[in-house]
């Protein structure tokens, strides 16, 4: 799946004030910043959900209806799977400080078949055709591309909210040291 995200961009030798931040202030730098990125992974997880809720993606045929236990196609919705493999399969991951993995990212849970979440949210966000031998009979499925990770991470306002979290951090600690 490509890589999304929001991007930060800083004027000036980032690397020597970054050095700077956190020689002088380490552990006030840490731990004001890191906040600030566990903020704003878990707001762009929060937004992950919340398009996945309110988007008009493409209905489901009734045959994926009907395997999530409903009777008709408009009864269900894309992308809410009764077993949750979605859902549960959403995370936030710190990798190391100030470094955050957002999205649905892990292998637990696990589809009935034993796939898990991070081999078919690719193929649920990015669209898939794919072609299968039933018998003796050849069978393609379409399955159409919803995007939810992409309308978050490419949204200007999440980006700027992004932002906004790590000049939150930044001005309290600029702040908190007599510096601004």
């Not at 961009?9 to 004030?17: C, E, N, Q, V």
């Not at 395997?67 to 008709?72: A, L, N, P, R």
Request: proline share 4%; hydrophobic share 35%.
């Amino acid at each position: 799946m490509p890589n999304y995200g929001p991007t930060i961009k800083i004027g000036g030798d980032w690397k020597a004030f970054s050095k700077f931040l956190k020689y002088t202030w380490r552990s006030d730098f840490d731990k004001i910043m890191n906040k600030a990125t566990e903020r704003s992974a878990r707001y762009l997880l929060s937004q992950i959900r919340e398009r996945i809720r309110n988007k008009e993606y493409q209905i489901n045929k009734l045959s994926t209806a009907i395997k999530k236990g409903f009777k008709t196609a408009s009864e269900a919705t894309p992308l809410v799977d009764t077993g949750g493999l979605i859902a549960k399969g959403m995370v936030v991951n710190q990798l190391k400080n100030l470094v955050y993995e957002v999205g649905v990212l892990a292998n637990h849970p696990m589809d009935e078949r034993g796939k898990k979440a991070m081999e078919i949210v690719p193929v649920l966000h990015d669209g898939a055709t794919i072609t299968q031998t039933r018998g003796s009979k050849r069978v393609t499925i379409r399955i159409p591309p919803r995007p939810f990770l992409k309308e978050v991470f490419e949204d200007d306002n999440v980006i700027k909210k992004v932002e906004r979290e790590w000049h939150k951090g930044m001005e309290y600690l600029l702040k908190k040291h007599g510096k601004l």
